[in-house]
């Protein structure tokens, strides 16, 4: 019975010897497990910090896109609404210029008839009726030229006031494209007004 309970003994003893050993393999290998896990969970929370600054950065700039399309469709209409004005102004400027035309033409014909006609009074006298006719001529190229006057007057101010609501729109905030083609309608609108000035009207 002393020899079976002194190989019991060992028995046991080397169990728990092993289960010891075994304890201590597992203890160990929970630490690991402990600190890889605390690892992974500052990785984990450091991807979701990273992925909350990217959602912030990725809404900021779908702002940033609207803002600019807003602003692209914005100068859009502007163009076109200065095109179709424009068009308009052009229209406008071709119109008073044949005003303009015939006006001067009807004052040219009306001072010839006036020159030929007070020639006429010269050379044969003046009678009532001619002296009549030669006044009545006189008001008319008078009329005519302050009409023709009052016609550039307004002419000029309408190329002026256009011309500087288009210099406005050009020095605003607007897409490049959009500036280089508001410079072109300002040239364009420009040059009619310098063949106006071109113009000569004589005094009777």
Same mark, same amino acid.
Do not use: W
């Given at each position: 019975?002393?020899?079976?309970?002194?190989?019991?003994? =060992?028995?046991?003893?080397?169990?728990?010897?092993?289960?010891?050993?075994?304890?201590?393999?597992?203890?160990?290998?929970?630490?690991? /497990?402990?600190?890889?896990?605390?690892?992974?969970? #500052?990785?984990?929370?450091?991807?979701?910090?990273? +992925?909350?600054?990217?959602?912030?950065?990725? %809404?900021?700039? $779908?702002?940033?896109?609207? !803002?600019?399309?807003?602003?692209?469709?914005?100068? %859009?209409?502007?163009? /076109? #609404?200065?095109?179709?004005?424009?068009?308009?102004?052009?229209?406008?400027?071709?119109?008073?210029?044949?005003?303009?035309?015939?006006?001067?033409?009807?004052?040219?014909?009306? #001072?010839?008839?006036?020159?030929?006609?007070?020639?006429?009074?010269?050379?044969?006298? =003046?009678? #009532?009726?001619?002296?009549?006719?030669?006044?009545?001529?006189?008001?008319?190229?008078?009329?005519?030229?302050?009409?023709?006057?009052?016609?550039?007057?307004?002419?000029?101010?309408?190329?002026?006031?256009?011309?500087?609501?288009?210099?406005?729109?050009?020095? !605003?905030?607007?897409? $490049?494209?959009?500036?280089?083609?508001? +410079?072109?309608?300002? =040239?364009?609108?420009?040059?009619?007004?310098?063949?106006? !000035?071109?113009?000569?009207?004589?005094?009777?």
């Amino acid at each position: 019975p002393r020899v079976l309970y002194e190989e019991l003994q =060992t028995s046991s003893e080397n169990e728990v010897n092993s289960l010891s050993s075994k304890l201590k393999d597992l203890m160990k290998e929970k630490e690991t /497990l402990s600190a890889n896990l605390a690892q992974l969970r #500052k990785e984990i929370s450091q991807v979701k910090g990273e +992925k909350e600054n990217l959602q912030a950065v990725l %809404q900021a700039k $779908e702002e940033e896109i609207k !803002g600019l399309l807003h602003q692209y469709h914005k100068s %859009q209409e502007e163009l /076109l #609404k200065m095109k179709k004005a424009s068009e308009s102004a052009l229209k406008m400027d071709e119109d008073k210029d044949k005003k303009i035309t015939d006006m001067s033409k009807e004052v040219t014909k009306l #001072k010839e008839a006036l020159n030929s006609l007070s020639q006429l009074s010269y050379s044969t006298g =003046t009678p #009532k009726r001619q002296s009549q006719q030669l006044e009545l001529l006189q008001q008319q190229v008078k009329q005519l030229q302050n009409q023709l006057a009052e016609t550039k007057k307004q002419h000029q101010e309408i190329v002026s006031v256009y011309r500087t609501h288009l210099l406005y729109a050009v020095q !605003g905030q607007m897409d $490049e494209d959009v500036q280089k083609v508001l +410079k072109q309608i300002l =040239t364009m609108c420009k040059n009619p007004s310098q063949k106006k !000035g071109e113009t000569v009207f004589v005094d009777p």
